[in-house]
């Protein structure tokens, strides 16, 4: 639309404290980009919530502005914001049908009589159901309740829907099935999407960023794949997925690779993203699953190569992970294809593994 800016929401040097106590949330700026998935993604009390709950309307902010549509909303109530929100526990009516439920959100929004049936109908069948509609909330299961409060979210349209760990209390199989159901209303339906997570793998799968929080600071705001093979920080690199962490100190700076001295000898040549000083106490993180076993005239030449002992094996039915360590260092671990079995690791045995300065990210903080 002419006139509409890029982004659907600002915060602009946002604080909260709750009763006047310390900062949950500390100095946010954050920019949602109109249409975007974007996950706020982080421990518990991290100040996700706190974030999306100032946005929506049920808390406001100590210091700072929010802006919807460039319009500041400190002062405009939740249910004149426009906004679809689907928290956890955010409850059904019990005495109502599923269907009632639904049309609640309407009603409340003046919407005229005679377009009500439609669009609960139109929106109970985007979750799939339609069958269902007659019901009460206690004759679902927590998944299609959960669908409900979805449907109740988006059958007014807005332009933004909040989610506050919204498949938390699902079990694993039926979480992941919604994860990419809501993946697709998203993008059926063009609409922003702020949700909040605490599982890496959720905020992953569904997102077109993530914002990764620690102590009500984003540490981090990218696209998944940048937040996972360019963490900024150690906390992003340990937060979102596994990696292994070397510590060591730079001793040169060889072509567009720092040479990196670990505590047990070994060398690791990392590739340079930013300007360090020899010297430096550094950490090198290294994901499980860019390092191999080097096998006997074995054709690729890793530029990295370390030796270490076997620790433990752990089958993970798709995958291996085995633990090394040194004695030195910190425990490596290594991500191999279960074909490996057939080589018979065994605890105790040296083996050597490679890796290369592109896989190796250099964290000083
Ligand atoms: P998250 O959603 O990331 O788990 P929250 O935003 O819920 O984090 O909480 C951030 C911090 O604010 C936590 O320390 C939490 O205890 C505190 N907090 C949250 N809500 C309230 C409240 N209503 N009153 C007082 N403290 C709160
Ligand atoms: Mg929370």
């Known amino acids: 639309m002419a ?3 890029d982004y659907i929401v600002t915060f602009e ?29 982080g421990p518990s009390g991290s100040g996700k919530s706190t974030t999306l709950m100032m946005l929506a309307g049920f808390e406001s902010p100590t210091q700072g502005n929010i802006l919807l549509n460039n319009v500041v909303l400190n002062n405009i109530p ?11 526990n955010y409850a059904l009516f019990p005495h109502m049908t599923v269907e009632e439920n639904v049309a609640f959100s309407l009603q409340v929004r003046k919407v005229p009589k005679n377009q009500i049936a439609d669009k609960v109908k139109r929106a109970l069948d985007m979750v799939h159901l ?27 349209e807005p332009k933004l829907v909040l989610l506050d760990e919204p498949l938390g209390a699902l079990d694993k199989n039926l979480r992941e099935d919604m994860q990419i159901e809501l993946k697709h209303i998203h993008e059926n339906l063009g609409v922003t999407m702020v949700f909040v997570t605490h599982d890496q793998d959720e905020a992953l799968i ?11 600071i984003i540490q981090q705001i990218d696209r998944p794949e940048v937040i996972y093979n360019q963490p900024k920080n150690k906390f992003v690199a340990t937060f979102i997925g596994e990696t292994n962490m070397l510590k060591g100190t730079i001793s040169s700076l060889d072509d567009d690779c720092y040479v990196v001295a670990l505590a047990g000898g070994n ?21 499980p699953e860019k390092a191999s076993f080097i096998k006997q005239n074995s054709e690729i030449d890793y530029v990295n190569q370390i030796t270490s002992s076997v620790v433990e094996i752990i089958y993970h039915g798709d995958h291996l992970c085995l633990t090394l360590n040194n004695g030195q260092d910190s425990d490596f671990i290594v991500k191999v294809p279960t074909e490996y079995l057939n080589h018979e690791f065994s605890p105790g045995q040296q083996v050597a593994v490679g890796f290369q300065p592109e896989n190796c990210r250099l964290l000083s903080s």
């Open 206 to 216: 569904m997102s077109d960023r993530i914002a990764v929080f620690n102590d009500g």
């Open 130 to 156: 339609g069958p269902f509609a007659s019901r009460n909330p206690a004759q679902l299961s927590g998944g299609q309740q959960q669908r409900v409060a979805m449907a109740r979210a988006l059958v007014f």
């Open 3 to 5: 006139g509409e800016s």
């Open 78 to 88: 939740a249910y004149k914001r426009d906004i679809g929100v689907v928290f956890q």
């Open 267 to 287: 060398t690791i040549r990392a590739k340079r993203v930013e300007s360090l000083s020899i010297g430096q106490t550094v950490s090198v993180s290294v994901r």
């Open 13 to 41: 040097g946002v604080r909260k404290s709750y009763n006047g106590g310390e900062y949950v949330v500390k100095n946010l700026d954050l920019q949602v980009r109109r249409g975007e998935f974007l996950t706020l993604l």
